[in-house]
């Protein structure tokens, strides 16, 4: 199957050529008919990488009508880092067609986006803290909203953000279609798609494989007082042009970027406690 016997228009088409997608990954395949049609609301439990992203966004890019001012779409996300990702995939899955998008989250000043949200975007992409803020500052109106979209709700419950959600989804005209992404379904979740749901249609996609083909992966034990001289030696030998370190908390964290910044390494740590304003020179360094 192709992305064009799935009946989208040629704009649409354009955009999804540019960005290098061939064919349709299992979850776009079964979510953007659904989408397209207005048939129901989707439940979709699929990790991160399944190709959710662009399952939601070409049908929902597909259904903007840019004469409408107004906003007709809603993606809520969990944190900055997925609000930023997505919104940036979307704005390359409308541009063809000229939709007018926004994303909007905590450590970017509101006075700004304030401002943004006078342009009339027709999509918005946010966080809920920031989404529940402008609601209650009335500065966005949500009232002709059609296509409303909870992305990765699990990691929303971990981060505490149900009321949140509960009292966005108030928020909203209840004729609408809403989709729910999740890698898993507690309870908490299970509920809102009971209360805010018209009989969704459930979309289960298997977990990728953990592994990739072209990744070359392999191990060394190590004493935890030798793990900082076994990574040193590994970069000296492997001498990458970037690397990604993980460590198991933020302390930890702090720790190695130091330290291998004290061996002549440029390293930067970042990790939760960072504010918005210096984990974005960090990641654009990178």
Known sequence: MTFKDLGLKESILESISKL????????QEQVIPYLLNNESDIVGLAQTGTGKTAAFGIPMIEKIDI?????????IAPTRELAIQVSEELYKLGYDKKVRLLSVYGGQEISRQIRALKNKPQVIVGTPGRILDHINRRTLKLDQVQTLILDEADEMLNMGFIEDINTILESVPPERQTLLFSATMPGPIRKIAERFMKDPVEVKIKSKEMTVENIEQFYVKATEREKFDVLSRILNVQQPELAIIFGRTKRRVDELAQALSIRGYLAEGIHGDLSQAKRMPVLKQF
């Open 20 to 27: 290098g997608f061939e064919t349709p990954s299992p979850i």
């Open 67 to 75: 004469k409408n001012p107004n906003i007709q779409a809603l993606i």
